[in-house]
């Protein structure tokens, strides 16, 4: 495997009783690139995910991930190896405050959760690098406020910062804006953005202007299959991309920039 890319799979597949949700997907995520699944609803973006993080187990095929074979580790081993995901529905405590939603990420990361018996002083020497990571996300001056009374799209902001709590080399997101009105699905892109400086990201998104505007490379699947993969404006004037998109719920493709 190149060093230039963190993530590759070769041939993976995954079959359920006979139908074939991802069949012989081979992709190659680019180190410190910005990667976007994209395609048509039941294409397969999903199971992807699930595969790529061993929530499921593939049928066949195998996933590299910096040089090293993964395909048969569990998703804790491949989390330890810097590989976190971002859930599709918002996965944050409510009723934490919004800093101690990162302690405990960071707390995770220590691998001291479950030292419940421990006064909460001890978790002080976490706030400052909590407060670090909040103000990455534009969450400082809410680190006080409890999660439930955060906006959806600053709730998706917070789970970035607990995922950034765990240290990841590649983070995989989830739909990052789904249902969200304009102004948070801009506040989201941008904080993708902006966190990608430093790491790898491979998301699903359906909403095309964000990955036009941000995704360096975009695989196209059609069908558990890869359709088509390039830069946006590549990508976008496929015509069978195209086609896979005209009137379909996603139809959001052409024109989206």
């Known amino acids: 495997m190149s060093a230039e890319y963190i993530l590759e799979t070769h041939e993976l597949t995954k079959e359920f009783k006979g139908f074939v949700a991802v069949n012989k997907v081979n992709l190659r995520v680019r180190r410190g690139h910005i990667h976007a699944l994209i395609g048509p609803n039941g294409a397969g973006k999903t199971t992807c995910f699930n595969l790529l993080t061993k929530f499921i187990r593939p049928t066949s095929g195998r996933i590299v991930f910096n040089g ?23 996965a944050v405590f409510p009723h934490l405050t919004v800093l101690e939603n990162v302690r405990v990420a960071l707390q ?35 680190a006080g406020h409890l999660a439930v009374e955060l906006s959806y799209g600053r709730k998706r902001a917070l789970e970035i910062a607990t995922t950034l709590a765990m240290e990841p080399e590649l983070m995989l997101l989830d739909e990052p804006t789904q249902g969200m009105g304009l102004e948070d699905v801009d506040r989201v892109r941008q904080l993708i953005k902006q ?8 998301m699903v998104e359906h ?6 505007s941000i995704a360096d490379t975009i695989t196209v699947l059609q069908r558990g299959a890869t359709l088509a993969e390039g830069p946006y ?11 896979a998109y005209m009137g379909s719920a996603d139809a959001e493709l052409v024109g989206a920039h």
């Open 195 to 202: 966190v990608s400086a430093e790491r790898t990201i491979l």
């Open 207 to 212: 909403n095309m202007s964000v990955v036009s």
């Open 108 to 142: 995770r990361k220590l691998g001291n959760s479950f030292h419940f018996w421990r006064a909460e002083s001890s978790l002080h020497t976490l706030n400052e690098r909590a407060r670090e990571l909040l103000r990455a996300v534009d969450l400082g001056e809410y």
């Open 233 to 243: 404006a590549e990508v976008s004037r496929n015509p069978a991309v195209v086609e």
């Open 68 to 90: 090293h074979d993964i395909t048969g580790e569990s998703p804790a081993h491949i989390a330890r190896r810097g590989v976190i995901r971002s859930f599709q529905i918002s």
